[in-house]
């Protein structure tokens, strides 16, 4: 419906006599800003006004041509974005057939970006032969068409972009040459374009393998820069501005965590700072913006989280990076006294075959493999991490790469410590906030998804609704709700029930923001395709938050609905996206007793999912799954979890409590069939059961945050 409106406009303003050529113009320059930042959908809505003014009529018989390559060279754009590089190429091709049979024809510049979108298409494939092929045909251009001027922004992000591919295709000395030559050109040292042909310059001085030490001087050249443009704009910053500064910095992420051993402290600094730019700085200072309180944790660096342990603890920060076209998992360790500690880990490649499927499935088969076999535990817990940890009784770490998808804390190398999982160790510089059991809480269960609700005006994340149209949400079984069995224990006349047709969506938003405690008992689903980041070109897209789901009322019929605008209006499907725009900042602990709740695209800042929509809304501890969960034992943990909660226990004892009981829940004189190898046949006997102690029943809720 917006979207049509939109439309309309632009048609009456065509027939009005209003200039199309300036409003075509204008679409253009916006959608090539969002394809530099990433935002398909951006990019998608520019493509088709155009597309829309194109075909409407207005433009008279004027020579279309320059506007219809660069529809296509935008359409190229949005594909790319979205992971269809297939349809991107097509695009482009056909882009460039069009400039390629027109010579005559001003394309405004489109005949030297387009090989650079090429370029950076095959550079993302790791078809880099191609890539220099194209970058040559660009260069060529702005050496014989006068395009730049020597030394400007956009000169050098080319030139340096082409070194850098020179140097993926092994011919390190041109590259060496051509970088160094041409960031001594540099006519704008304090730009941003500079910095970043800096840390180009730095990847390529790793890539060569002579110059560690100058690569670090660079990379923390290159850090110190970024780190106070960011304090000195964060706090006018709003929240997409935010996440597009820490989507440009993600390329530098990787790459400095190849320096290894060079200087851990830096590698620590790094991690803590990467996490701070959007983890809890959204919603924790009001109207999206960043207080100075809030920007502060961005100067955290490892000696304030050192000066935060006590004996016998430590912080951990894992680190996922690759080298030379292979992943690479290490941890990087403070201690109370003494420099941080590098711990090169198992190759995350042997980690996931030993596994299996049972570790990337989202399914509950085949997890009780992973954390019963002593394989994956020494592949996790090796001997020279377990030797780093020796006299450290308590560790807090923050996980990386697949450890956002294994329970760590579960595997026999974590037996003989405490440990807390976190999004970040620089939750350790906050002081935690306890849950008060007294206090109101809000629970949502039992709920009717095939309600038909009145439909109700908000902000909608369309992308959510297009992604699950179609599936349909069976209704939970009302004796496996535990909302039900926790409001009637807790005997709290504050506290807010939600539950068939009234746990709404749009009735949801409305309440959380006024809870301590808030627990969801539905459906939750991840769809997730993990976005990947080249040196050229960032990936700089949180479209992944809208992958992730939790079920309200109404949900079916709504997503059969053709009279519904997803733009406009509350499907219930709550996405991570729509969560992470919600005020949650009174919320001290936040349960999602549905499947997969804990998953998302894996990134360098963590799990682009329902927990870091969580943080990013004020959110301190969080309880999410791993994978889907089997309805008995998440409804007999939760009630446990919560009885614990009301008789004073901090979360972390609670829901250890919580686990150990479910564990030893005892089913007696139970029916069975054992084999009986006498007789080759199975003999009926009665055996006290244990339905729950498996891991894929006991391990399959995490907590996160949970300090105290």
């Not at 190229?76 to 069009?98: H, K, P, S, T, V």
């Not at 510049?109 to 387009?114: A, C, E, P, Q, Y």
């Not at 579960?410 to 206090?439: D, F, H, I, N, W």
């Not at 689903?525 to 079920?551: E, V, W, Y």
Request: with cysteine; glycine share 6%.
């Amino acid at each position: 419906m917006r979207r049509l409106a939109i439309y309309i406009l632009m048609v009456f303003a065509i027939r009005l006599g209003a200039d199309a050529h300036k409003l075509i113009d204008s679409l253009i320059s916006e959608g090539n800003r969002a394809y530099e930042l990433g935002q398909v959908d951006k990019i998608k809505a520019c493509a088709d006004s155009i597309d829309f003014i194109l075909n409407a009529g207005g433009m008279g018989n004027n020579n279309l041509i320059d506007y219809k390559a660069a529809l296509l060279k935008l359409r190229g754009n949005q594909y790319y974005e979205d992971d269809q590089f297939y349809m991107a190429d097509y695009c482009y091709r056909e882009a460039q057939n069009l400039i390629d049979r027109n010579s005559g024809v001003d394309f405004h510049g489109l005949d030297l970006l387009l090989p650079r979108e090429r370029a950076q298409l095959h550079y993302r494939l790791g078809e880099y032969d191609q890539a220099e092929e194209l970058l040559k045909t660009a260069d060529d251009i702005i050496e014989y068409g006068g395009r730049y001027r020597v030394g400007d922004d956009n000169y050098l992000t080319h030139k340096l972009s082409y070194a850098l591919t020179m140097a993926r295709n092994r011919k390190i000395d041109e590259a060496l040459e051509m970088a160094a030559g041409e960031l001594a050109k540099a006519l704008d040292r304090n730009s941003r374009a500079y910095t970043n042909a800096e840390r180009m310059y730095a990847k390529i001085l790793l890539l060569a393998d002579v110059d560690k030490e100058g690569a670090l001087t660079a990379y923390k050249r290159y850090f110190d820069k970024q780190k106070k443009f960011a304090m000195a704009n964060f706090a006018d910053m709003n929240a997409i501005e935010r996440e597009q500064f820490w989507h440009q910095l993600r390329p530098f992420i990787a790459d400095c965590y190849l320096l290894e051993e060079a200087d851990p402290g830096f590698l620590y600094d790094v991690a803590l700072f990467s996490k701070g730019l959007l983890l809890e700085l959204l919603q924790r200072s009001g109207n999206g913006k960043a207080s100075k309180k809030a920007l502060k944790s961005l100067n955290y660096r490892w000696t304030d989280i050192q000066k935060k342990l006590k004996r016998g603890q430590a912080a951990a920060e894992f680190i996922a990076y690759e080298k030379d076209s292979v992943a690479e998992m290490a941890v990087v360790i403070v201690y109370p006294t003494g420099e941080p500690k590098f711990i090169k880990l198992t190759r995350p490649a042997a980690v996931l075959e030993e596994a299996g499927e049972g570790l990337e499935t989202t399914e509950i088969y085949d997890k009780d493999y992973i954390y019963e076999s002593e394989s994956v535990n020494d592949l996790v817990w090796t001997n020279p991490l377990i030797q780093s940890l020796e006299g450290v009784d308590r560790l807090y770490f923050a996980p990386d790469g697949y450890i956002h998808r294994l329970a760590i804390e579960y595997l026999q190398g974590a037996a003989e410590r405490e440990v807390y999982r976190l999004t970040s160790t620089r939750r350790l510089m906050e002081p935690p906030r306890s849950v008060r059991a007294e206090k109101p809480m809000l629970l949502v269960g039992d709920i009717n998804y095939n309600a038909w609700l009145d439909l109700s005006a908000t902000d909608n994340d369309q992308r959510a609704f297009s992604s699950y149209q179609g599936t349909f949400f069976p209704i939970l079984a009302a004796q496996f709700d535990e909302t039900s069995t926790i409001l009637e224990d807790r005997n709290n006349k504050l506290d807010r029930r939600m539950a068939l047709q009234y746990a709404s969506e749009a009735a949801f938003r409305t309440e959380a923001p006024d809870y301590e405690s808030i627990i969801v008992s539905t459906h939750g689903c991840f769809r997730g395709r993990t976005p990947m980041a080249t040196d050229i070109k960032p990936t700089a897209t949180d479209d992944c938050l809208s992958q992730n789901i939790i079920a309200f009322a109404g949900v079916n019929p709504n997503l059969g609905n053709s009279s519904l605008d997803p733009y406009t209006m509350a499907d219930g499907l709550l996405s991570a996206r729509e969560i992470r725009d919600l005020d949650l900042r009174r919320c001290r602990l936040f349960t999602v007793a549905a499947c997969q709740s804990a998953l998302g695209v894996i990134t360098s800042d963590g799990v682009f999912g329902i927990q870091r929509a969580l943080k990013n809304a004020g959110v301190d501890a969080m309880l999410l799954s791993l994978w889907t969960v089997e309805s008995d034992a998440t409804s007999r943990l939760m009630r446990l979890f919560y009885a614990n909660l009301a008789e004073g226990m901090t979360p972390r004892r609670a829901f250890a409590a919580a686990r150990k009981a479910l564990i030893d829940v005892t089913l007696p004189d139970q029916t069975v069939y054992v084999f009986d190898p006498a007789t080759l046949s199975y003999k009926e006997t009665t055996e006290n059961l244990h339905p729950f102690e498996a891991p894929s029943r006991s391990n399959a809720f995490i907590l996160i945050d949970a300090l105290e």
